[in-house]
Nanobody
Framework: QVQLAESGGGLVQPGGSLRLSCVASGRIFSSYTMGWYRQAPGKQRELVARINRRGDTAYADSVKGRFTISGDNAKNTVYLQMNSLQPEDTAVYYC?????????WGKGTLVTVSS
């Protein structure tokens, strides 16, 4: 089993920044990809960014240049630095760890961008 715990969400004004954290525990393997997804009200969950243990990253077009995903392998922690936040970034952000065909999810952390 894998447990994922997100933190760092909150209310921020447009143009502001937040840093999300996701701590993974349990059966974490040395080779993995972890990702951040988000789900806005009335919309489907979408990939925001992902990173593998080598540090290779991928981003949704909508966040390129504004968000940065990083990881601390020793701490099994993945971060999402979000800059220049806009109202359309408002969503619940979820951490994801796929392992042997099973998708593990955290409970999510709410990010609200509003003036």
């Amino acid at each position: 089993q894998v447990q994922l715990a997100e933190s760092g969400g909150g209310l921020v004004q447009p143009g502001g920044s937040l840093r999300l954290s996701c701590v993974a525990s349990g059966r974490i393997f040395s080779s993995y990809t972890m990702g951040w997804y988000r789900q806005a009200p009335g919309k489907q969950r979408e990939l925001v960014a992902r990173i593998n243990r080598r540090g290779d990253t991928a981003y949704a077009d909508s966040v390129k240049g504004r968000f940065t995903i990083s990881g601390d392998n020793a701490k099994n922690t993945v971060y999402l630095q979000m800059n220049s936040l806009q109202p359309e970034d408002t969503a619940v952000y979820y951490c994801n760890y796929p392992s042997f065909g099973v998708d593990y999810w955290g409970k999510g952390t709410l990010v609200t961008v509003s003036s």
